[in-house]
Nanobody
């Protein structure tokens, strides 16, 4: 089973909303509790590098300036799941979205990234 699987992407118009999900497998967690991980969402826009956009841990939730006030990160530790509620979407939010530990590399291996989920925002 893949260590991290993202879902929920799609095509929406500017101003629309999407809710992304990510599930971590027991294999990927290596026996550790999902709740023990600081988890994050990242994205890669066309022609750009992968960027951090949000993370959540026992201390709180943190966001990049580009998504603050529009996106909300949450988690369900009982189901090993991470979520990203995205509102007021902009064309510049178009990207492939990934979940991973924060910092990346603690789930599935140092260089592991899931397949991601494509979000396309049209004007």
């Amino acid at each position: 089973q893949a260590p991290l699987v993202e879902s929920g992407g799609g095509v929406v118009q500017t101003g629309g909303s999407l809710n992304l999900s990510c599930v971590a497998s027991h294999y990927g967690l290596g026996g550790a509790a999902f709740s023990s991980y600081d988890m994050g969402w990242y994205r890669r826009a066309p022609g750009k590098g992968r960027e951090f956009i949000a993370n959540i841990n026992s201390g709180g939730r943190y966001y990049s300036d580009s998504v603050k006030g529009r996106f909300t990160i949450s988690r369900d530790n009982s189901r090993n799941m991470l979520f990203l509620q995205m509102n007021a979407l902009k064309v510049e939010d178009t990207a492939v979205y990934y979940c991973n530990s924060n910092p990346p590399g603690r789930i599935g291996g140092r260089n592991y990234w899931g397949q991601g989920t494509q979000v396309t925002v049209s004007s």
